[in-house]
């Protein structure tokens, strides 16, 4: 059982991207993402309107904090000096950054923006007012292809995942109200998990529990993000529901279509014609199989069954400390690498291992949505399903 990142991990991380900056006439490469610095160091922290800078050279490693992070990064062993400013406004964070990047000798660097971004009302100088700024995006594309630790970590998260589905189904009834039911399955599975992991489980900053699984129900399901209403779950009602765990920061993605009582012939169609589009993209995956194919296969099959209109967004995206990661299983990504993504090649057009899909085609009839979303990882010679709560009909029928 993998439960954290192990250190030889980051130092390979950290190893790729020194490598990178050697090859290039930059004294310094800086990130201001906060899943990026999370990604080559283990330092997570919510992006607020406070910047947080990471500076790497050859031989050191300097981050840039608000005070208030002072003494959760100064025990990381990656990182080799700590500089910080009091607060935003108030604080100079750029200016101190820019004096962390002077410390190190830089003049010139490659960084994943010029400057902090723009959330929670930050507005701040940007970093190209101090010193020579080039981008790059070396740390996102790393975090396509995922490694053996980091496919095992996902797959753990799916484990917990179908334990808090399992409670969402048996918990729904007529009569309840979506909200008790998603926070009774979320909590319960997070109990488990926590008895289960004991020390191993690894507690993160971003305000949310192990374990998180709700569902939508009626007419929001015909809305692809539709919120969960105010309403009690009725005869008849579709039910669209959601399940993840967090494992050191990585997620997979468990959906189901539900129906509360005996679905009618309507329901029975619309969700059989689901089912079949989301087996085709699975059958469609694998080790050098073109990305947007994928997405093709399906939309041809919407369009052979006169369904096209219902889709309303594409296959499915790759998944792992972020939610939603590129590669995006859509029909325009073969377009999209070879015009606009400057640091990709052909290859960055197909499938490889250490890919980690989410496959969910949905149909949104107007009455009602139906999607399933299955977790599965590329390998060598084939797919790997990480998520595994049952697919059909019968067993996706809340009686």
Avoid: C
Avoid at 292 to 303: A, G, L, N, P, T
């Amino acid at each position: 059982m993998v439960t954290r990142v192990p250190d030889a991990e980051f130092e390979s991380r950290l190893a790729t991207v020194r490598d990178r900056l050697a090859a290039s006439d930059a004294d310094a490469a800086v990130w201001f993402g906060a899943t990026s610095i999370e990604y080559l160091t283990g330092f997570d922290h919510v992006q607020t309107e406070r910047p947080v800078a990471l500076a790497l050279t050859p031989e050191r490693a300097a981050i840039t904090v608000p005070r208030l992070e002072v003494e959760r990064v100064e025990p990381n062993p990656r990182i080799d000096a700590v500089h910080h400013y009091f607060d935003y406004p108030q604080g100079r964070s750029i200016e101190t950054v820019a004096g962390m990047l002077d410390g190190l000798g830089a003049e010139s660097v490659l960084a994943d923006a010029d400057g902090a971004p723009g959330v929670m009302g930050y507005e701040g100088p940007k970093l190209s007012e101090f010193v020579d700024v080039k981008s790059q995006g070396w740390v996102a594309r790393m975090r396509w292809e995922k490694s053996e630790t980091e496919v095992e970590l996902i797959r753990e998260s799916a484990k917990w995942a179908n334990l808090a589905h399992r409670y969402l189904a048996d918990y729904a009834e007529v009569g309840a109200h979506p909200v008790t039911v998603s926070q009774r399955a979320s909590m319960e599975a997070s109990r488990a998990m926590l008895d289960a992991l004991g020390d191993r489980y690894v507690a993160r900053t971003r305000g949310e529990g192990p374990v998180g699984a709700g569902f939508i129900s009626g007419p929001q399901t015909a809305l692809p993000h539709g919120h969960t209403a105010n309403r009690r779950l009725e005869e008849g009602d579709v039910l669209v529901s959601g399940a993840t765990a967090n494992v050191d920061g990585y997620r997979s993605e468990l959906e189901r279509t539900m129906v509360v009582g005996e679905p009618s012939d309507e329901q029975v169609h619309y969700f059989e014609l689901m089912l079949e589009a989301q087996t085709i993209a699975i059958e469609a995956l694998g080790p050098d199989v073109e990305i947007s194919y994928v997405d093709d296969q399906v939309r041809e099959y919407f369009e052979e069954q006169g369904i096209a209109d219902f889709a309303q967004h594409h296959v499915g995206h790759n998944i792992g400390l972020g939610a939603h990661e590129p590669p995006y299983i859509d029909g325009g990504w073969t377009d999209h690498t070879a015009r606009e993504a400057t640091e990709m090649d052909d290859d960055d057009a197909v499938m490889k291992p250490g890919h980690v899909y989410t496959i969910e085609p949905g149909i949104y009839t107007g009455d009602a949505g139906y999607r399933h979303s299955d977790t599965v990882a590329i390998t060598e010679d084939g797919t790997d399903q990480l998520t595994y709560f049952p697919r059909d009909l019968d067993g996706n029928v809340i009686r």
